[in-house]
């Protein structure tokens, strides 16, 4: 296998190991060609003597050389290699090179802060994500493993999606064929109909492209739970009758509405989620607008008072007004009210 200190392809010189799971490693690599760090995937044994994971880790590669968002790794076209195992020359290991991306990701964030303690920060974040989601979602794709520890905050505060799930997904079910207990996402973020899906279910939704974009919906929920809590789920408490998380009494400084787009984020039954991105982004327009005061730009404000009071009090002392005086009245009143019936209307259309 692959160890700090190689060149693999004679181009990327190992650095550091990232992070290790059960399907795959992933190491930091100097790319000798640009002179640049880039993230490199590499599968595990376990994971690439199937010949579906291959398929799927192949596929993998295929969509995300076709994404081009700010919110998700960059993936070159020829970033799929064949490392030669050192330890095994006739084993070919399939790898995955992709774009480093600086700065923390959400749980080291959380490890430093706490947690998210304003509305308007929490909303910018989910704002952005949904973003990522939509983007995702409208080519097809799904995520399947949303949690903090896959989420990067950049210097910028720009968030980035990372380590799609699908390949892990289907490894996990492999596994729980000959391992029982086998955990399958993961566990306090992963949605029911993930935990509950078996591997001839799996299989046939990744064959039809059939991943059901509302298990993001649900993990994004229970990241946000995570965020605003400080408090990973699965050491929340949960409604013996519901199953529902019981979380917003250890959260202060949210707004009830914010809570309530979380909450539905995580339903139980996914035909009572939001069944599109777009759904989430009207809710979250609509919480702006509840959030947000009416206000009349300020010069329009002193005139209109200035004019309202002068025509009272002309009407006070009983001089008569031309037509020309009450046609001004009318289109200021029609001017100020302009201002408080525009953000009602949406309750009427």
């Excluded at 408090?231 to 199953?243: A, E, F, H, K, V």
């Excluded at 989430?280 to 607008?289: F, H």
């Excluded at 009349?296 to 209109?304: C, D, T």
């Amino acid at each position: 296998m692959v160890q700090v200190g190689d060149t693999i392809h004679n181009r990327y010189h190992v650095i550091q190991e990232l992070g290790k799971g059960g399907f795959a490693k992933t190491f930091l690599v100097k790319d000798i060609v640009h002179s640049n760090d880039k993230v490199i995937k590499i599968l595990e044994r376990n994971a690439y003597s199937n010949q579906k994971v291959l398929e799927l880790f192949k596929r993998e590669y295929n969509t995300l050389t076709e994404f081009d968002h700010p919110g998700i790794p960059r993936v070159d076209v020829g970033a799929y290699l064949n490392i030669v195992d050192t330890d095994q020359p006739n084993t070919v290991i399939p790898a995955l090179v992709m774009e480093k991306i600086d700065g923390e990701n959400l749980q080291q964030w959380l490890d430093r802060n706490g947690k998210v303690s304003n509305t308007q920060q929490a909303t910018e974040w989910l704002k952005q994500l949904v973003d990522i989601l939509d983007y995702v979602h409208r080519h097809r794709y799904v995520h399947r493993d949303i949690k903090p520890h896959n989420i990067m905050l950049k210097p910028d505060g720009q968030l980035v999606l990372i380590d799609f799930g699908i390949v892990k997904e289907l490894t996990q079910q492999i596994e729980k064929q000959t391992i029982t207990h086998t955990q399958i996402g993961t566990p306090g973020y992963a949605a029911p109909e993930q935990e509950n899906a078996t591997l001839q279910t799996l299989e046939t939704s990744l064959e039809n492209f059939q991943l059901d974009h509302r298990a993001d919906f649900f993990s994004l929920g229970r990241t946000f739970v995570h965020l605003l809590t400080g408090i990973s789920p699965n050491n929340l408490r949960t409604d013996p009758q519901t199953g529902n998380l019981l979380w917003r009494d250890q959260v202060l400084g949210i707004d009830e509405g914010f809570k309530d787009l979380i909450d539905w984020l995580m339903v139980y039954n996914p035909k009572r989620r939001p069944q599109s991105t777009r759904q989430i982004k009207q809710r979250i327009k609509d919480l702006l607008e509840i959030e947000s005061p009416v206000r009349l730009p300020i010069p329009i404000a002193f005139f209109s008072l200035t004019l309202n009071f002068v025509l009272l009090t002309l009407l006070a002392m009983g001089v008569p007004l031309i037509p020309g005086w009450k046609v001004l009245f009318v289109v200021v009143l029609c001017v100020i009210s302009v201002f408080f019936v525009k953000p009602l209307m949406k309750y009427f259309w």
